[in-house]
């Protein structure tokens, strides 16, 4: 059989898959398994040249499509909010976790570029291996769960199971028509940006899957399309995939001028000081709505101007005479503002907080100002 040592090969990762992941459940063992396995792969098959016109333009394909569910997923998060992530800057965790698990992904995409490559007249030994990468990924998710449940089996089927088949799936056909580039820019990014990014999108688990159900479709049909196109006109496809690039970008700051400029009855802030915790802190960022002052009610926090600075207060008492008058209090202040808030300086209603986002603009303010500024948010 021409296919043999493919066969061989594949046999042996799924061997490793079940000694060390459901026998012996060791990661460490089977990242140096995979390691060892896409070696000797190396010197059995050799490392074919891969499709290098194409594959630039299906590298900013996939590229664009990343940056566009960022800037979806985390403008989402403004009103979802966001939870932190696991990552910390020491020695330790950067080797650990980002460069080793980085290594291992490199060896897996290395090693579905050979077998794909390498597969004589079928497509048998890619599609094994790919139901064998599903196989390994979704052991690894599986130790979180508890099946004493349907739910909990429907909810492990529908974010794991769905999310992990596509993905592999995505990185076989991209690793098949093109090279091991674009499936390896794909999956270390989705599979790594939680370890990386200090902040991710609170979105769910059925939301996250289908936006990642929705992020594999858009570089499958993209990358499909240039496939396509790239038989027909080599010079059209370029054209093609560099303009996709543009897309995210310009995404990205019509949000950005939108809630920071305020053209819209939205606008975003950061959050300077503390004397609002528990509600926010600093750090945090908040969206204020514009409103008029007579549908304010106390309660109510609001975004408000005094002596050129931004404050975010609660309301806690208003007068009407000629015009609004309101006085204000923050929720970890200990007594009362001091001064009256006039109803032409209310910005607006706090109306959502973004967990730790705000902290880039008062590192800037902090280095231009050197804190001359009293933030009080």
């Known amino acids: 059989m021409k296919n043999l040592k493919l066969y061989i090969i594949e046999l042996l990762l799924l061997i490793s898959i079940i000694v060390f992941n459901v026998v012996y459940e060791s990661t460490l063992y089977l990242n140096i398994s995979i390691v060892v396995i896409t070696i000797i792969s190396y010197f059995l098959f050799g490392f074919q040249k891969d499709n290098s016109y194409i594959k630039g333009n299906i590298v900013r394909i996939v590229i664009s ?35 080793i698990e980085f290594f291992v992904i490199f060896c897996e995409e290395i090693l579905r570029f050979i077998v794909a490559k390498k597969s004589f007249d079928t497509m048998i030994p890619l599609i094994l291996f790919t139901i064998i990468m599903c196989i390994l990924n979704i052991i690894i998710e599986i130790n979180g769960y508890n099946f004493n449940d349907r739910e909990m089996v429907f909810i492990f089927s529908s974010v794991v199971v769905v999310t992990v088949i596509s993905r592999e799936v995505l990185c076989s056909y991209l690793t098949y028509k093109v ?79 939108v809630l920071v400029s305020g053209f819209l009855k939205y606008r975003m802030i950061a959050i300077g000081s503390n004397s609002m915790v528990p ?7 908040i969206i204020y709505e514009k409103v008029n002052a007579d549908k304010l009610q106390i309660g109510d926090i609001i975004a408000f101007k005094q002596n050129d600075v931004i404050i975010t207060h609660r309301i806690v008492s208003i007068k009407k005479n000629n015009s609004y008058v309101f006085k204000t209090k923050g929720d970890n202040n200990n007594a009362v503002d001091y001064f009256d808030v006039q109803g032409y300086n209310v910005l607006g209603k706090v109306m959502y907080k973004v967990k730790y986002i705000g902290y880039p603009t008062i590192w800037i303010n902090d280095f231009f100002r050197r804190g001359e500024i009293n933030y009080d948010g």
Not at 81 to 95: P, R
Not at 243 to 254: A, E, K
Not at 279 to 285: F, H, I, P, R
């Open 65 to 99: 499509c990343l940056l566009s569910f960022f800037i979806v997923t985390y403008s989402i998060g403004l009103f979802v909010g966001f939870h932190k992530t696991i990552l910390n800057l020491s020695a330790n965790y950067l080797v650990r976790i980002v460069l």
């Open 179 to 257: 090279s091991y580039i674009p499936s390896l820019l794909f999956k270390s990014v989705i599979v790594l940006y939680e370890f990386i990014l200090p902040i991710i999108p609170n979105l769910g688990n059925y939301l996250f899957s289908v936006f990642n159900l929705i992020l594999t479709y858009f570089i499958f049909y993209f990358s499909s399309k240039a496939i396509q196109y790239a038989e027909k006109s080599n010079k059209y496809t370029r054209k093609a995939s560099k303009r996709i690039i543009y897309i995210p970008i310009l995404i990205g700051l019509i949000i950005i001028v």
């Open 279 to 285: 509600v926010y802190e600093k750090g945090d960022a």
